[in-house]
């Protein structure tokens, strides 16, 4: 067990419709990253969030949006979904020590299906 | 966009046997991490080696970097069935020296250990 917790763990949802992907961080850790995983594409980063603010953004569409509140949980917002945006959503959280850059742990993720 | 870049994109070999994986980069890193993905699950942290480290050992694993030549290599030995899974590099994006943080996967090697 990681300590980072994804929910919900599957989402079947249709065209044109908008879900919120849900992540909680390890205890203590400051840094929140999202990626896609897809067959063709791999694990695609998209965005990622440290103490609240966004620090680095990735291939993030602008239908998708993410925050990181207070409390440190993070939440991906995807909208207006097509077909292929159908992926594994993974969340992963660092301690994030500066400069050095140090291991991301990942949460088991989220199985999006667009229909 | 793709930083890191495994080779083979797949491998199978007989329990007891090691395996090589090998990742190639673009740019210039601060650290580098192996991960390991069980299908379909959560990424999990391997081993981290920094830019100044040449060689780094974690039990089974044995990981090298040349940064002049921007490739890392990976070594399981006397792998195991339970080895099976999907082995990607990540590197972390540069910013004036210091790292961003954010983690660029590669597509990974699938290694299948058969017993």
């Known amino acids: 067990d990681s300590g980072v917790t994804q929910t919900p763990k599957h989402l079947i949802t249709a065209t044109g419709q908008r879900v919120t992907l849900r992540c909680s961080p390890r205890?203590?850790?400051?840094?929140v990253y999202w990626y896609q995983q897809s067959l063709d594409q791999g694990l695609q980063f998209l965005i990622q969030y440290y103490n609240g603010e966004e620090r680095a953004k990735g291939n993030i569409l602008e239908r998708f949006s993410a925050q990181q509140f207070p409390d440190l949980h993070s939440e991906l917002n995807l909208s207006s979904l097509e077909l292929g945006d159908s992926a594994l959503y993974f969340c992963?959280?660092?301690?994030?020590?500066?400069?050095?850059?140090?291991?991301?742990?990942f949460g088991q993720g989220t199985r999006l299906t667009v229909v | 966009s793709q930083q890191g870049e495994e080779d083979p994109q797949a491998l199978s070999i007989q329990e007891g046997e090691n395996a090589t994986m090998n990742c190639s980069y673009k740019t210039s890193i601060n650290n580098l991490q192996w991960y390991r993905q069980n299908s379909g699950r959560g990424l999990v942290h391997l081993i981290l080696?920094?830019?100044?480290?040449r060689e780094k050992h974690s039990g089974r694993l044995r990981v090298t970097l040349d940064t002049s030549k921007k490739s890392s290599s990976l070594l399981i030995t006397a792998s195991r069935a339970a080895d099976t899974a999907s082995y990607f590099c990540?590197?972390?994006?540069?910013?004036?020296?210091?790292?961003?943080?954010?983690?660029?996967f590669g597509k990974g090697t699938k290694l299948s250990v058969k017993p």
């Open positions: 205890s203590g850790d400051l840094s």
């Open positions: 080696i920094r830019s100044n480290e």
């Open positions: 992963a959280s660092s301690a994030d020590r500066g400069w050095l850059g140090t291991e991301a742990f």
């Open positions: 990540a590197t972390d994006a540069t910013d004036y020296g210091g790292s961003q943080g954010n983690l660029i």
